[in-house]
Structures are given as structure tokens and as C-alpha cells.
């Protein structure tokens, strides 16, 4: 407790036992966190792609009755296809697009933002394969965790699995409902029939969610061990937010209140929690000010003399997987809520403070190919492997070197709560990299761009 409190005093004091008056490119790190995404492609790429040690994989991908199920993005170190990460990812890297436009536009980086969002949105219309039916994955993680190698040659077994009526997963299907809403507002102003397209899959399947209530994980059950979720209340708020904010539709904002929390502080924002994300995008966009104590309280839980324990070297340490996301992804909420005049000096002050953290303060980045001394052995079989056609497999698990492909933009996992950190391949747990670990992130470090 000791250490804790001396630890506040000086965090609250001077802001980070580190300092935050760093200067960072954060043009350079929004360019390479879209090359990451880029990176976790699934499918036929497209002349553009811009990672040259990637290529056309899992073409097979296909559905119960043969559906095209090819694109969309893998899930992290691995090649699984886990559509409720996959949409809150989304979701978010659209809302940092719609509230953050500026910081894209300057780093020229903007109609990468969104070339990088419509890939996992293509795959969702593509799962969306009727009004009763939604495929919510690809891949057996159990399987898939055995092979250790590049994704255009895995062999092993790929089945889909989908919710229905008999099956159902409202959180699955209204976050995905949510990622087609913020999609068809980034996309409105520049292809408005790919919006409209993308609004029309975010009614139906909102209504699937609605009809049909269930926690999707138990209808998935391979999803349990992997990405189990403790609800549904929350994304059918989300959802309902993102439909009222694309549509001024009156009964999406009575959907939303009908299952939304004006006194619940959350824990987290993250691809199983959203209830701070509905709360500020109630506020901020449906004038609803019952929200604003909640956001208000869920920004100061992270500031120190909070709920969350801070290292000595100042990173709001929530929990051992993924610390820096979370981390970064309230940072992003506390960027968006300074938007709209939510603790507007001290939001920012707190969400400089952790991504500077991240980006280099203590001495080291946690951003693959940026600063100082980033992490060069991620967690990630195909930026292990060497040019082809040198041979990839376990060998490359342990290989004391550096990965042979740079995974430029990927946020690993981060430190313990004392700041320790091991630049290990073989740690899942510290620098393991993600697709949600750089949702948040991302729009973060957009945020901090221009406000």
C-alpha cells in the first residue's frame, strides 16, 4: 500500500514518474498501426497490399452450406477469425475515425483509415448470410494453436460457426451491428452506397440481436475458452447508440435506454465491455446527461488515487493480459469525453501520461518498429517466419533472435505492475499482439493529435 500511495503522490504530482513532455511522431504511429491491421489480413489481398512477406490465405473459408467466409482480419499471433473482437475493433477504429478525422487527414493517413476498416467490414457482409443466421468465427482455437507457421500454408481444419434463432448471440450480433452503424457514418460523406449498404445490414442484424437474446459464447462454445462473454445488455445499448447516432431514429435511442446504465461504473472498455463506450456516445451525441457522472467517474477510477493500480514507472496497470490496452483504450475514452468537455484538462493530461508510457517515456516502446528500443520478438507466428521458401515452423517459435518480418504498428501486451518486461517470443501473456490491443490505442494517439 506503501508503494501504491508513494507512487500516486508523485504520479499526481508531476503527471508520470517518467514525464510526458516527449515529443512523438504520432503521424508515424497512426501510419504503422494501420500496417498492422494490414499485417492480420485474411483472404485474397488486394495489388495494394503493402506487407510484402503476405499473400493470399485461407481461401477456403467457407460456411456450413458453402458461404463465402474468405477476408476479414486474424485474430492476433494466430489465424482464428473471432468475429466479436474482431467487430468491437472495428467499432472502435470507427469511432476514432468519426471523432479524430483531423489527426488521419494530416499524417495522410485518412484514406488508409479507411481501406483498413472496410476489409473486416467486407467480411462481415459476407457472415451476415441471412436475417436468422450470422457466422461469428473461423477456425477451431484449439486447433489452430497447435501450428506454429506461416498462414498461406496451414492444412488444418477451418470450420465456421454461426448464431441462429435455435442458437442465438445478441452481444455478438449487436457489436456487429454497431461496427456496420460507425461504418456507414465514416463512409457516408465518400461512397454513400456502400453506407447505405452497411446501414441496412446494422438494422437487420440489430433486430436479430434484439429478437433474439443470448450470450453468443454459449452458442459458440469454442469461443468460450477464448473470448468468453459475461453478457449482452451492454452491446444492445451500443448497438442501439450507433443506430440512433447514424439515423435520429427515435426508437434506436429508446432501444438504447431500455438496456443502458446511467450508475453502472465500468471496469474496463474492451471487445467484452461497452458499457462506458454507450455512456459517452449517449452524451455525447443524444444529449442524454444522465451519462456524464459515469464517464465522468469511470476517467477518475483511472487517474491516480483511483481504482486501478499504477506501476511505479506510471502505467494504470488494470490486469496482467494486455495492461497497455487497456490502458490505451481508456485513454481513448477519456480523449473522446475531453471532446465534449468531460474533464477535458485533466482526461487529456491522464491519456498523454499512458501513451507516452507506451510509446517510449520509461526508456522502451511497446510499439513494434517505433522508438526506442521496441520489442522485436512479438508473439506472432508469421512475422516469425523467414522469406520464402526457407521453411517456417516451431523452430521459429524458438529462435532467440528477433521475428525476420517486422510487424511495424502492433502494441504488445505490455509489463507486470512493476514494470518488469520480457521481450520474449514465448510469452503469450506480456507480448502477445492483437487486434484489439490497437483499436483503442489507435484512436488514442489520433486523439492526442490534434486535441
Not at 476489409?119 to 506454429?148: A, M, R, T
Not at 523467414?386 to 521453411?391: G, H, R, S, V
Request: negative net charge; aromatic residues 16%; proline residues 4%.
Amino acid at each position: 500500500m506503501l508503494i501504491r500511495f508513494l507512487c500516486g503522490f508523485f504520479i499526481c504530482l508531476f503527471g508520470s514518474t517518467s514525464g510526458f513532455h516527449k515529443d512523438y511522431d504520432y503521424g508515424e504511429v497512426l501510419g504503422k498501426s494501420i500496417l498492422f491491421y494490414e499485417a492480420q489480413r485474411s483472404g485474397k489481398l488486394p495489388s495494394t497490399n503493402r506487407i510484402p512477406w503476405r499473400e493470399d490465405s485461407a481461401l477456403g473459408d467457407q460456411g456450413q452450406n458453402g458461404e463465402d467466409l474468405t477476408g476479414g482480419w486474424y485474430d492476433a499471433g494466430d489465424f482464428v477469425k473471432f468475429g466479436f473482437p474482431m467487430a468491437y475493433s472495428t467499432t472502435t477504429l470507427a469511432w476514432g475515425i468519426l471523432e479524430f478525422r483531423a489527426a488521419y487527414e494530416a499524417a495522410g493517413q485518412y484514406e488508409y483509415a479507411l481501406d483498413s476498416i472496410r476489409w473486416p467490414l467486407d467480411y462481415f457482409i459476407k457472415c451476415h448470410v441471412s436475417d436468422n443466421e450470422f457466422y461469428g468465427q473461423v477456425g477451431d482455437g484449439n486447433i489452430d494453436h497447435k501450428y506454429w507457421g506461416r498462414p498461406e500454408e496451414m492444412t488444418m481444419e477451418r470450420p465456421a460457426f454461426s448464431v441462429t434463432p435455435d442458437a442465438p448471440g445478441s452481444d455478438i450480433t449487436a457489436e456487429t451491428a454497431a461496427a456496420f452503424a460507425a461504418g456507414s457514418l465514416v463512409f457516408r460523406e465518400s461512397d454513400s452506397v456502400y453506407a447505405d449498404t452497411l446501414l441496412d445490414h446494422a438494422k437487420r442484424l440489430y433486430t436479430f440481436a434484439y429478437d433474439n437474446q443470448s450470450i453468443y459464447s454459449q452458442s459458440i462454445s469454442n469461443a468460450a475458452d477464448f473470448y468468453n462473454s459475461s453478457g449482452y445488455d451492454d452491446e444492445l445499448a451500443w448497438g442501439a447508440a450507433w443506430l440512433y447516432r447514424a439515423t435520429s431514429e427515435q426508437h434506436y435511442l429508446d432501444r438504447a435506454l431500455e438496456f443502458a446504465s446511467s450508475s453502472n461504473v465500468a471496469w474496463a472498455y474492451d471487445w467484452n465491455e461497452k458499457t462506458v463506450g454507450y455512456q459517452l456516445l449517449l452524451f455525447s451525441t443524444a444529449g442524454q446527461t444522465a451519462f456524464r457522472y459515469s464517464v465522468e467517474s469511470f476517467i477518475r477510477d483511472w487517474m491516480p488515487r483511483g481504482s486501478v493500480i499504477y506501476t511505479p514507472l506510471g502505467l494504470a496497470w488494470r490486469a496482467k493480459w494486455g495492461p497497455n490496452r487497456y490502458a490505451a483504450n481508456a485513454a481513448f475514452i477519456a480523449l473522446v469525453a475531453a471532446k465534449y468537455d468531460i474533464m477535458a484538462t485533466e482526461a487529456r493530461d491522464f491519456a498523454r501520461t499512458q501513451i507516452h508510457y507506451i510509446l517510449g517515456d520509461t526508456g522502451r516502446s511497446f510499439v513494434v518498429g517505433f522508438g526506442t528500443n521496441p520489442p522485436v520478438q512479438p508473439h506472432h507466428r508469421s512475422s516469425s517466419c523467414p522469406d520464402k521458401p526457407a521453411e517456417c515452423d516451431w523452430d521459429e517459435y524458438y529462435n532467440p533472435g528477433p521475428n525476420y518480418q517486422t510487424l511495424y504498428g502492433a502494441l504488445v501486451g505490455g509489463p507486470d505492475q512493476f514494470d518488469n518486461y520480457t521481450d520474449v517470443r514465448s510469452d503469450y501473456i506480456g507480448n502477445e499482439v492483437s487486434c484489439d490491443y490497437n483499436a483503442g490505442f489507435q484512436g488514442a494517439v489520433a486523439g492526442l493529435a490534434i486535441l
